[in-house]
């Protein structure tokens, strides 16, 4: 019973045939002017595209341009980029977060260049092979450098999608729908351009709050602007609060102990000082409390009890840093520390 429920929900949710034609023409006279786009037969297709997909994910537009400028300068091409290591990589990738798509980008560039001449596979099941390339990604590809009848369905898509037809996200299936709209969908043979039309149409037109319905191209034969029940799209994610008392062993010569062996999980191997959820009766006379700061780090917000000794000793599995140089790579969170530190 459930199951043809199911696809009765499925069937009815009917896409509009001029969907895809107003949303290319609104694209051809508003789309952003990026980097990544660069032309169809353009020999940088495969790196520019590879590289924004994975700076893009879980990032902003604007937070990626120069990261994605500076590494394009310094390295020009997908097998310069092969070439490189994960120390380099992570140094330039520094500040963007996320840190394991750094290192996957640097797989992919050594596996495409190496098993595939620097080509993207034509085949979905090849692609997913890559180190973080999951279905978004992988449909994102091929349909950008491949120009494939596929579409990339980020949280912008969903939206989009979502609104026109008035119905929550959570009651679609998008894979399903796509499915059963393709003859609308794809009757174009722009299927490259529309991949990227409907993100953009999602960030800057069917915005997640106040989204401007009056003008919008496709206010005709969108639900929601014609219904007077309109569904509720704005998600909020969920903040968490952590305290944490943060231990740093210094040393005379302005050097500070750090690991990568650590257990907080959102920052996993990399650079830290001791670190622990707050438990006030654990902590150790011989640690003097510094500071209390906030911090926030993706949906985390940080409440953190900086303490700090000098000490010669290093404890196992620690290096010393200096708090001044930072020529090792060190992440962001990290670095905030030592600029509460250098003044000891």
Not at 58 to 87: A, C, E, G, H
Not at 108 to 116: F, G, R
Not at 160 to 185: A, Q, Y
Request: aromatic content about 12%; overall charge positive.
């Amino acid at each position: 019973m459930y199951e043809s429920l199911s696809f009765i929900i499925i069937f009815v949710m009917h896409i509009s045939l001029s969907l895809p034609k107003k949303i290319l023409a609104w694209y051809d006279n508003n789309k952003r002017k990026l980097p990544w786009r660069v032309s169809k037969k353009s020999p940088k297709k495969v790196y520019y595209r590879l590289l924004s997909e994975f700076m893009l994910q879980q990032t902003q537009v604007k937070t990626v341009i120069p990261y994605f400028n500076n590494f394009t300068q310094k390295f020009r091409t997908l097998k310069s980029l092969s070439k490189s290591n994960d120390k380099e990589i992570l140094k330039m990738w520094e500040g963007l977060g996320y840190y394991r798509r750094a290192r996957n980008l640097l797989e992919c560039a050594k596996i495409l260049v190496k098993k595939h001449k620097s080509r993207l596979p034509r085949s979905i099941v090849e692609i997913k092979k890559l180190p973080g390339v999951g279905d978004y990604t992988a449909n994102a590809l091929l349909g950008l450098v491949h120009n494939e009848p596929r579409i990339a369905i980020d949280g912008n898509v969903k939206r989009l999608f979502s609104r026109n037809l008035n119905i929550e996200e959570k009651n679609i299936d998008f894979d399903k729908l796509i499915e059963k709209n393709k003859i609308n969908l794809f009757k174009t043979k722009r299927n490259a351009d529309l991949v990227e039309a409907l993100m953009e149409f999602g960030a800057l037109k069917c915005k997640p709050k106040d989204p401007n319905c009056i003008t919008c191209c496709l206010n005709k034969t969108c639900k929601y602007f014609k219904s007077d029940k309109k569904i509720n799209n704005i998600r909020n994610k969920m903040i968490k609060n952590k305290n944490y008392d943060i231990f740093c062993r210094v040393n005379k010569k302005q050097q500070i102990a750090l690991t990568r062996n650590n257990q907080i999980s959102f920052l996993k191997n990399f650079n830290l000082p001791e670190m622990k959820e707050t438990n006030i009766k654990a902590i150790d006379k011989n640690w003097k409390f510094l500071i209390n700061y906030k911090n926030s780090i993706s949906n985390l917000k940080l409440n953190i009890n900086l303490y700090y000794k000098f000490s010669n000793k290093l404890p196992p599995r620690y290096n010393w840093y200096s708090l001044k140089e930072n020529k090792e790579f060190v992440p962001s969170f990290t670095k905030k520390i030592l600029k509460k530190l250098i003044t000891l």
